[in-house]
């Protein structure tokens, strides 16, 4: 079984996650791990803090206080790398002693990097006006125009032909097929 690289998250002292981040791309670097860990990334945003005199101050804040995040390909190369990095605790998920790190599941890092816009999350907004094919469910092999698209709870309305109406039915957007 060929492993794929997932993401880790990497326990660190608080304060010290960008000093973990830059150190851990320098060891990839010089000890030529970069076919195995790929990226290193501290969560952060930037937030607005009022001031005494009431002007606005940016400040940027931690998401992850103590965190790291680290996508790689974990074999015992790059576990050696990443967990011998100086101050890095261990890895989230491993009870220490030798025992592998726990992978994030599919898809948990993808609202971490929609938030920090390392991914854009896609509007499906060409879909309106298209028609498209329902591939599961009640409807399967129903087709309707998209009339609406709710990007963040992932919806699309379909109007689907009923005794002769087009009747607004909602649709889970992982479940269309757009025909062309």
Same mark, same amino acid.
């Given at each position: 079984?060929t ?5 880790y998250?990497?326990?660190t ?14 060891r990839?670097?010089?000890m030529?791990?970069? =076919? ?6 501290? +969560? ?8 005494a ?16 995040f680290?996508e ?9 790398v990443?967990?011998n ?5 261990? #890895? ?47 409807y ?11 990007? =963040? ?8 032909? #009923?005794?002769?109406?087009? /009747? +607004? /039915?909602?649709?889970?957007?992982d ?6």
């Amino acid at each position: 079984m060929t492993k794929r690289k997932r993401w880790y998250i990497v326990q660190t002292y608080s304060g010290y996650e960008n000093s973990v981040k830059n150190d851990l791309k320098r060891r990839i670097e010089s000890m030529g791990m970069s =076919d195995l860990i790929f990226d290193v990334i501290v +969560p952060e945003e930037i937030i607005i803090e009022k001031k005494a005199d009431g002007s606005d101050k940016e400040k940027v804040k931690q998401l992850f206080p103590g965190y790291v995040f680290v996508e790689m390909i974990e074999t015992d190369e790059s576990w050696y790398v990443v967990r011998n990095t100086p101050r890095v605790t261990g #890895f989230l998920g491993s009870s220490g002693g030798g025992t592998k790190p726990v992978p994030l599941e599919d898809g948990e890092m993808d609202s971490i990097l929609y938030k920090i816009g390392i991914k854009v999350k896609p509007t499906f907004e060409h879909l309106i006006g298209k028609t498209v094919e329902i591939q599961n469910g009640p409807y399967a092999g129903q087709r309707g125009k998209v009339s609406f698209v709710d990007v =963040d709870k992932e919806i699309l309305k379909v109007d689907i032909e #009923f005794f002769g109406r087009a /009747t +607004p /039915t909602e649709v889970d957007i992982d479940n269309v097929k757009e025909i062309l």
